[in-house]
T-cell receptor, first 114, second 113 residues
Framework: DADVTQTPRNRITKTGKRIMLECSQT?????MYWYRQDPGLGLRLIYY???????NKGEISDGYSVSRQAQAKFSLSLESAIPNQTALYFC?????????????FGPGTRLTVT | AQSVTQLDSQVPVFEEAPVELRCNYS??????LFWYVQYPNQGLQLLLK??????LVKGINGFEAEFNKSQTSFHLRKPSVHISDTAEYFC???????????FGSGTRLSIRP
């Protein structure tokens, strides 16, 4: 079984709709991250969380919000989706005990906003 | 702040030929450096990392990278590639006291038979 799972894997939605992407991990890691990937731009950090009570904005947080419901769950919401939010979204985790040197990625969610 | 530049967006190479994927970084502090690989329709996975010590780092699947502080580079190499190496490769940097990893824009490696 995968250690970092994302649901849904694919989603098509319309402009203006609210959508939530979910991430769960069984690794027991304390830190979780949300990235978006666009062709030619690599991965850009949207939000990250050090623990349930610690949420931080990344470089492109506008238009997004997050919720850390538990140590193992970190959700990303688009309150009112727009077409330029069409992208591949990745959740990742890292572990304090290993110094957070490595991040472990989920399989991604491909989101299309029409 | 740190930044990372991957000089080639695409690298085509013949099977069993050597390959080098280039990565340069900038930082005013000590850094940790990483190469991640993304196979088609999958998430990223760590290929190798440089934290300290020997500047030549060996990773999975026969890849290696060399940290060159004077040239601020961390190029990835493999002496003989296989079709299964077809993927996108991301260089990443993290400042030694930073909490975030900064990713490059990626290099798509395509292997020709």
């Amino acid at each position: 079984d995968a250690d970092v799972t994302q649901t849904p894997r694919n989603r098509i939605t319309k402009t203006g709709k609210r959508i939530m992407l979910e991430c769960s991990q069984t690794k027991g890691h304390d830190r979780m991250y949300w990235y978006r990937q666009d062709p030619g731009l690599g991965l850009r950090l949207i939000y990250y969380s050090f623990d349930v009570k610690d949420i931080n904005k990344g470089e492109i947080s506008d238009g997004y919000s997050v919720s850390r419901q538990a140590q193992a769950k970190f959700s990303l919401s688009l309150e009112s989706a727009i077409p330029n939010q069409t992208a591949l979204y990745f959740c990742a985790t890292s572990d304090l005990r290993s110094g957070h040197y490595e991040q472990y990625f989920g399989p991604g969610t491909r989101l299309t906003v029409t | 702040a740190q930044s990372v530049t991957q000089l080639d967006s695409q690298v085509p190479v013949f099977e069993e030929a050597p390959v080098e994927l280039r990565c340069n970084y900038s930082s005013s502090v000590s850094v940790y450096l990483f190469w991640y690989v993304q196979y088609p329709n999958q998430g990223l996975q760590l290929l190798l990392k440089y934290l300290s010590g020997s500047t030549l780092v060996k990773g999975i699947n026969g890849f290696e990278a060399e940290f060159n502080k004077s040239q601020t580079s961390f190029h990835l190499r493999k002496p003989s590639v296989h079709i299964s190496d077809t993927a996108e490769y991301f260089c990443a940097v993290r400042g030694s006291s930073a909490s975030k990893i900064i990713f490059g824009s990626g290099t798509r490696l395509s292997i020709r038979p």
